[in-house]
């Protein structure tokens, strides 16, 4: 097993020669179609912009007309235990400016999520025409309008059946926004484990018991893995910018501060990037290991285009 501080170093290196390459490419003249952004910012709005920009922009991925479903970590109350909303409302911006004709937040966010960004003011209209899953916030419960419950999950290997949120399944557009902070259990939450916001608190029960052992880590992980399976995310925002490193999900706990936005397609990459950012090689984080498995995405992050860049 490579070791946390020969990763990370390794990590460095990798990236650096990343950046490298890619502005070699980019300045041939020939178009880089980037897998993943990594932007440095202390304005994490602009930082948001920025790292969508790089991929394309949001248009690449949202369709004049498109349904999009917008999951996001906001049901915290302590800093870096939830996305910053300066992300989230940068990230509703570029949407709407695609021509989306509908933008439903999957799980319930609370106006006061929104109120501790500087540009809830100026965005408040925006906000407004947002559409909310009203039964998806905790303790979520089923009901016929709004959920689904699935029997069958192809290619899973633990989780036999889920109820979902129906809008999850039925957008035109996935975009999972993360924060990337500490978890008691599966010491990353990324991406990956952010698509339990999908689920009815019955579902998540069965993630944390069903193997007959609380809180086993391999079946939370493989549980975890699976119910990715579902709905691929086609849009990633990763909130690195400041999170905790101890006492979570839901914290207080101490705090890392590295001020960082990631976009990007593959979330089994970008949770291999952000458990480095944590002191953590990927392999020791089961979530992205049995992403791995699953064909999810790759860990093997020197083989995809990432531009990096310091706004």
């Known amino acids: 097993m490579l070791k946390r501080r020969d990763f990370i170093r390794q990590s460095a290196a990798l990236g650096a020669m990343a950046c490298v390459n890619a502005n070699l490419l980019s300045s041939c003249g020939r178009f880089i179609n980037y897998d993943i952004s990594v932007i440095h910012a202390q304005d994490y709005y602009k930082?948001?912009?920025?790292?969508?920009k790089v991929l394309g922009g949001m248009s690449k991925f949202v369709g004049p007309g498109s349904k999009v479903a917008l999951l996001i970590n906001s049901d915290f109350e302590h800093?870096?235990?939830f996305v910053n909303p300066d992300i989230s409302l940068a990230a509703v911006k570029m949407i709407l400016e695609s021509g989306a004709s509908?933008?439903?937040l999957i799980q319930t966010v609370k106006d006061?999520?929104?109120?501790?960004?500087s540009h809830y003011e100026s965005h408040k209209e925006m906000i407004e025409s947002l559409k909310q899953v009203q039964s998806n916030t905790f303790p979520a419960t089923f009901n016929e309008e709004e959920w689904v419950k699935v029997d069958q999950i192809p290619g899973a290997k633990s989780l036999?059946?889920?109820e979902i949120v129906k809008k999850a399944l039925e957008c035109d557009v996935f975009i999972n926004i993360p924060v990337s902070k500490h978890h008691m259990t599966t010491l990353l939450t990324g991406a990956l484990k952010n698509i339990m916001g999908i689920n009815t608190r019955k579902s998540n029960v069965t993630f944390h018991l069903g193997s007959g052992i609380r809180n086993d880590p391999e079946y939370l992980a493989q549980c975890i893995a699976d119910i990715?399976?579902?709905r691929k995310t086609d849009l990633c925002i990763v909130d690195s910018t400041e999170f905790i490193t101890t006492n979570g999900p839901s914290g207080p706990g101490e705090l890392m501060k590295p001020d960082i936005v990631l976009a990007g397609t593959d979330i089994i990459a970008m949770d291999a990037m952000c458990s480095g950012y944590m002191g953590y090689a990927p392999d020791e984080i089961l979530t992205t290991v049995k992403g791995s498995e699953l064909g999810i995405g790759t860990m093997a992050t020197e083989t995809l285009n990432i531009?990096?860049?310091t706004i």
């Open 228 to 230: 990715n399976l579902l």
């Open 112 to 117: 006061e999520y929104w109120q501790r960004s």
């Open 79 to 81: 800093v870096g235990a």
């Open 160 to 162: 036999k059946e889920a």
């Open 47 to 52: 930082a948001t912009l920025e790292a969508v």
């Open 307 to 309: 531009k990096e860049i």
């Open 102 to 104: 509908e933008i439903t």
